[in-house]
């Protein structure tokens, strides 16, 4: 059997399965989206999944916004890698996550990562007026995407080339193959400088707002400066251990 042929056979069975588990209420831009797949997703909430993998940005915008409603728990302090035990610069790379933190679990049918309610497919509203959270999901699917983007900005050089132009961000010149993902502020400076900013505003450091695409060149320039600036501040900070070097 030829490749289309397959494709063809697999999406016409996707699509039954997909029409069947549908219910009379679902996202109008997801289903689109579904069906202009070059693989046509076989559940809803396999759609849903797809629709935020395809629009990332989207995603981080949306989980910000969720976290603005929410705010932060009572009480809660950023504590690099409080949420998995661990501490220390290792947690700069991940951003300030209270409700994956064992304190303030708000539990399943509420988002680890935004702290809102969960609904069908993951979803982030409660577009089948029921009011009650589905309890299997501790995450919106666009949360998940969001997190992703967080984590791993290197995965989502394509959407954010895009958004540039695919020009560098520093130089203005075009983007090459090699080009890589920078962050404008770097996350070692945002503990240093802006640490008691509110959690949700935090969470901007580790999207898109921070996040540009330059050239290799331009980024080794640039992760050598900063090298330097935090070779600076550690002498600052152990004036002894200076002397001793």
Not at 80 to 96: H, I, K, S, V
Request: aromatic share 8%.
């Amino acid at each position: 059997m030829a490749a289309s042929d397959w494709r063809a056979t697999r999406n016409r069975q996707a699509l039954l399965r997909l029409e069947r588990a549908l219910p009379p209420i679902f996202p109008a831009a997801v289903l689109q989206h579904a069906l202009s797949r070059p693989l046509v997703p076989p559940t809803p909430r396999l759609a849903v999944e797809s629709f935020w993998r395809s629009h990332v940005l989207r995603a981080d915008r949306l989980a910000r916004a969720l976290a603005a409603r929410s705010g932060a728990p009572e009480g809660w302090t950023w504590r690099p890698g409080a949420e998995t035990g661990g501490g220390g610069a290792a947690g700069f790379r991940a951003p300030p996550s209270p409700y994956r933190e064992a304190a303030h679990l708000l539990g399943r049918g509420r988002c680890c990562v935004c702290g809102q309610p969960v609904y069908r497919f993951g979803w982030h509203v409660d577009l089948w007026g029921t009011g009650i959270p589905n309890r299997n999901a501790g995450w919106h699917s666009a949360c998940v995407a969001a997190w992703k983007l967080w984590l791993a900005p290197s995965d989502q050089i394509p959407a954010l080339k895009r958004r540039q132009g695919h020009r560098c961000a520093v130089s203005g010149k075009r983007l090459l193959r090699t080009a890589e993902i920078d962050h404008r502020v770097p996350l070692y400076r945002v503990w240093r400088e802006h640490r008691d900013a509110p959690w949700p505003s935090l969470l901007a450091f580790w999207g898109a707002p921070n996040l540009q695409v330059v050239n290799r060149a331009v980024h080794a320039a640039k992760c050598r400066d900063e090298a330097g600036e935090r070779a600076r501040l550690r002498r600052a900070s152990d004036p002894d251990a200076a002397a001793d070097g």
